[in-house]
């Protein structure tokens, strides 16, 4: 069982920046697509980023042009840098991954916290 383990999350002031990981424990062959959503509190859970095979990325409009998904040399783990980070980015973010003949599966979630 592929697992995902997030990790980056803290708390830094507005305007500050973070580097978010995200690690699958192993690298599939093939993945469709994987990224990143997050769930501020009371709300859905919401898309932020997302590289699909090919290289292919897209972003959610809010977060575009501040943030940048990226995926590691040995191909097992997927970044988001966060830049010029605002109050309204707190929330918990969640790694994902779509593959073959498999339900997506989530990380365990990390804490962005955007606070002055």
């Known amino acids: 069982q592929v697992q995902l383990v997030e990790s980056g999350g803290g708390l830094v002031q507005p305007g500050g920046s973070l580097k978010l990981s995200c690690a699958a424990s192993?690298?599939?062959?093939?993945?469709?697509?994987w990224g990143w959503f997050r769930q501020r509190a009371g709300d859905q859970r919401d898309h932020v980023a997302t590289?699909?095979?090919?290289?292919?990325?897209d972003y959610n409009l809010s977060v575009k042009d501040r943030f940048t998904l990226s995926v590691g040399n040995a191909e097992n783990t997927v970044y988001l840098s966060m830049t010029d980070l605002k109050p309204e980015d707190t929330a918990v973010y969640f790694c994902?991954?779509?593959?073959?003949?498999?339900?997506?599966?989530w990380g365990q979630g990390t804490q962005v916290t955007v606070s002055s």
């Open positions: 192993v690298r599939d062959s093939v993945i469709y697509a």
């Open positions: 590289i699909r095979s090919g290289g292919n990325t």
């Open positions: 994902y991954q779509d593959t073959p003949g498999r339900d997506r599966i």
